[in-house]
Each structure stands twice: as structure tokens, then as C-alpha cells.
């Protein structure tokens, strides 16, 4: 599975973005979907993460009620929206597909694919 994230952007406060990941490759549907985050000189922490048919999504205490998943199984995309926004928001925001189920789907160790990233600026 290849991935490629996009939708990222600089924008102020309070703002919203959408970011979309594409995949290519076999059995995008056969996998959970996860978005991750880092902040420079941070680790790469757990955002957001969707289950292979879409029922079962989990949000980051930080994101809940601001921040949603969703995904296409047929259009291969998994998109997150990112609603009020605030500068610690700030980060490149990665996609990643794990291949064995919603167990673990926090944890970065364990996804198998991951996307090259994109850049979420937010201004005060």
C-alpha cells in the first residue's frame, strides 16, 4: 500500500483543514487507518484512527470534538477534518494503514504503511 497525504497548509486559529490520504495498492479497504502527528523535536504521537469498513473511529483526547475521520473504499482515501484549530496544532500530520486489525491502532509500531506527510501550520 502506498500513501500519499495532502491538504496541508498554513492557516489561522480557529480555522479548519482537510487532509486527504490516497492509496494505492492492494486491499485498502482490508486495512485500519490511522492519522499521526509530530511536532519538531516531538514524538510522533496517535490522532486519529478509523476501522477497515468506516464503523469504528478513535479520536485523541485533544481532538475530540474538533477533529473527525472518515474514509472511501472506493475512492481509496481516508480524509481528516481538522475544525478550530489551534497553533499547537502545529505539526506534519502523517497517514498510515495497519493490516491487522483496530488492536494497537494508537501506537504508531503497529502500522505497516506510511505516508510521507504534510506540513499544518497554524498561526496565532
Known amino acids: 500500500v502506498q500513501l500519499q497525504a495532502s491538504g496541508g497548509g498554513l492557516v489561522q486559529a480557529g480555522g479548519s483543514l482537510r487532509l486527504s490520504c490516497a492509496a494505492s495498492g492492494r486491499a485498502f479497504a482490508a486495512h485500519v487507518m490511522g492519522w499521526f502527528r509530530q511536532a519538531p523535536g516531538k514524538e510522533r504521537e496517535f490522532v486519529s484512527s478509523i476501522s477497515w469498513a468506516g464503523t469504528r473511529a478513535v479520536v485523541a483526547d485533544f481532538a475530540k470534538g474538533r477533529f473527525s475521520i472518515y474514509r472511501d473504499n472506493y475512492e481509496n482515501t481516508v480524509t481528516l477534518q481538522m475544525n478550530s484549530l489551534k497553533p499547537e496544532d502545529t505539526a506534519v500530520y502523517y497517514c498510515?494503514?495497519?493490516?491487522?486489525?483496530?488492536?494497537?491502532?494508537?501506537?504508531?509500531?503497529?502500522?505497516?504503511?506510511w505516508g510521507r506527510g504534510t506540513q499544518v501550520t497554524v498561526s496565532s
Open positions: 498510515a494503514a495497519k493490516s491487522n486489525g483496530v488492536s494497537g491502532a494508537v501506537y504508531t509500531t503497529g502500522y505497516d504503511y
